[in-house]
């Protein structure tokens, strides 16, 4: 049974959840749920499905919300090309805050980049940048962790730690308040710059037999100045919770 790359999420987006797929040319399908906690004032948290569609070949993969095409792929090491769909938004209908409702609204996008992945005896590291594709907010995105996997029998735990750093134009957008929504709404005007978050993160895959498996991950992002500054946010964290069942084929 494989780890796959993280898949962004919107508590980082982190974000990127750790879920088990198939061996390799092999395809696997599940479902679960993720609650994700939203550092926006008077948004309740989100509990989301979350099907899974998994494909790893030697040149392709799919992961859920992600596709990419391997580069260079061996027992080791992992580069590859990514596209995937995050899941950041923000609805001004659905905050409980007066001024929030005022605002205007934030998109989800989707993102393109590069990811490596170097696996050795001492642990993983993994890393990631990606941009923008649908020019919501022009963006730019990077990630490093560092993971280390303990296997009990059929049981896996793979706890990490890492940064996560977002451009000031992917900040200003999903955080920053505009001179119109300012006016609108009473909040004070502010313009976001880049920042740089640690996280934490913890994975847990069960294989019940050959081809079922459930899985079990979350990521606590401890947000930094630039975005608890935000007079959007009321929070000095984000966060994500999923848990799921696949079979492999």
Known sequence: MKLSRTVLSS????????????????????????????????????????????????????HAIAAGAYVWKDSQNQLSLDLYYFPLRFRASESDDRQMKKLDDRDATMMGGASYKHTADWGIIRTSFSADLLDKSNGLRADAAYLYP?????????????????????????????GKESNRSGLDKYEADSSLSPYA?????????????????????????????????????????????????
């Open 11 to 62: 508590c980082i987006l982190g974000a990127l959840l750790v879920v088990p797929v198939a061996n390799a040319d092999t395809w696997s399908i599940g479902a679960g749920a993720a609650v994700e906690m939203y550092p926006y004032k008077g948004v309740d948290n989100t509990v989301l499905p979350l099907p899974m569609i998994n494909y790893e070949g030697e040149r392709f993969y799919i």
């Open 150 to 178: 303990f296997v009990l029998n059929d049981l896996k735990l793979t706890p990490g730690v890492g940064a996560v750093w977002y451009s000031s134009n992917f900040n200003d957008y999903y955080y920053g308040v505009s």
């Open 201 to 249: 993160e913890l994975t847990a895959t069960y294989k019940i037999n050959n081809s079922w498996n459930t899985y079990a991950t979350g990521r606590y992002t401890r947000l930094t100045s630039e975005v608890k500054d935000s007079p959007m946010v009321d929070k000095s964290y984000s966060a994500i919770v999923a848990a799921g069942v696949t079979y492999t084929f």
